[in-house]
């Protein structure tokens, strides 16, 4: 009751952290995480250039339409809550640099976890040399989807700004309110099935679960330490437009097609040495705004994910990829169960984290693909956006490899790698990244 009491008697603090919002949070807590990264790369028909004198009054416009750009969290360690930035100094969390490396400045920006302890949002924004705005944030305020709603915000708030107004303050109006969590607003509670199969994995011997005979790359480290890398592979427009058209003409998604290419090029990093691997154990991220009512526009942390154990065949497969797409379609739904395991923890989500380290990996690779990005506003002002990309970290304890895609407004996508120092060799991550563009541009025809 005294958290309870605590939490009501003070006029900042604006809810509980939910559900599956604590479970990013811990991840960042005990240092298992830093963030997600948004990047887009701004240019003006009229050769402006992003300074104080305009990117920071659409800021401003941008923190007002975002209320979790506002808050920081109290009681991590314990029960963590939101709490409402009475101000916020963007001179303190907009950095411009020289620098024109955007692999260099997402690393960068992903080996810096936040500091929890100041009164500093869960944000911060690189501004690069050609225009291009690095944007990380705390997962717990936002999954991938967000940082396009964070892009497309700025992007309209830099079509209206009146050059001239270049104070770093921003006051936080007391009427803030968050987003309900997750569980507030649809149902996670998982099906009998589900809870079965999740207990007969943590309680059968461990040579019957299917984590089991999958091969995940080096196992999780004793002790967490945040050394994320970048690798980014570029596909045009045209690539990107003839590889649509040839999964719709095999029923296959964009998303299963990407999945199946992963499942094939990772198959062929597996040691040949190594007989008893039979399969993969791979993830990939679904989107919730559907199920729960939230708009794209929105600034939330409404994703799970599907898991799956796919068989080592170093071979791409169209009816694999068609069947795939049918199965997340399904998953749209039933994803939530995945959610909703977390109930099950009691709780206890810190010491479920700590459990991993030291253990096998639980995952080979994940796919997170954003879609492509449509800005309203793109053609209504002198600001257009280019290039964009999306990362996240997650490299402690996380899949091996991460493959983040995002397609940006004239149709080319940017998949980002993320992987961890510790987790997978770059030797093979470049083998990986080399035959993974060349099986996709393969496969246009």
Known sequence: MGGVTAYMSSPNHLRPVGLFESFHVYRHFLGLDSGVVSSATYTNVERAILIKENIFPALRKVIETHPSLAVRLEAEDSKP??????????????????????????????????????????????????????????????????????????????????VGDDSPLVVVPPSLSLRPPIEAVTSLWPSLGKIFAELFALFAPASWAPLHSAWTANP????????????????????????????????????????????????????????????????????????????????????????????????????AAKAYAAELQRQRRTAREEIGMLMFLFGNV???????????????????????????????????VGRMTFAQCDVVIGAALKLNVIGDPTGAVTVTLTWGEDAIERTLVESFAAQFQDGLRALIV
């Open 81 to 162: 809550v939101f709490v409402r930035l009475e101000t916020i100094e963007l001179s303190l969390v907009v950095q411009f640099t020289d620098n024109n490396d955007l692999e260099a400045a997402i690393q960068g920006q992903l080996s810096r976890p936040f500091d929890t302890s100041t009164q500093l949002p869960l944000w911060r924004v690189e501004v690069l040399n050609d225009g291009t705005v690095v944007l990380i944030f705390h997962h717990g305020i936002g999954d991938g989807l967000s940082g396009v709603a964070f892009h497309q915000s700025l992007l309209t708030a830099l079509q209206g700004v009146i």
């Open 220 to 319: 999780v480290s004793q002790t967490p330490d945040i050394k994320p890398l970048v690798k980014l592979m570029a596909f045009s427009s045209a690539e990107m437009s003839g590889f649509a058209k040839v999964c719709r003409s095999h029923g296959a998604t964009v998303t299963s097609a990407l999945y199946v290419l992963a499942c094939a090029t990772a198959s062929r990093l597996v040691p040949p040495n190594a007989p008893q691997y039979k399969t993969l154990s791979a993830y990939v991220a679904i989107s919730l705004r559907g199920v729960a009512g939230a708009p794209a526009a929105a600034m939330c942390d409404y994703v799970s994910a599907h898991h799956t154990f796919p068989p080592v065949h170093p071979a791409f497969s169209w009816p």
């Open 350 to 384: 810190a010491a479920f984290l700590r459990g991993k380290l030291g253990s096998k990996r639980g995952a080979t690779f994940e796919v997170s693909n954003v879609g492509r990005v449509a800005l309203a506003d793109s053609e209504s002002g002198p600001w257009r």
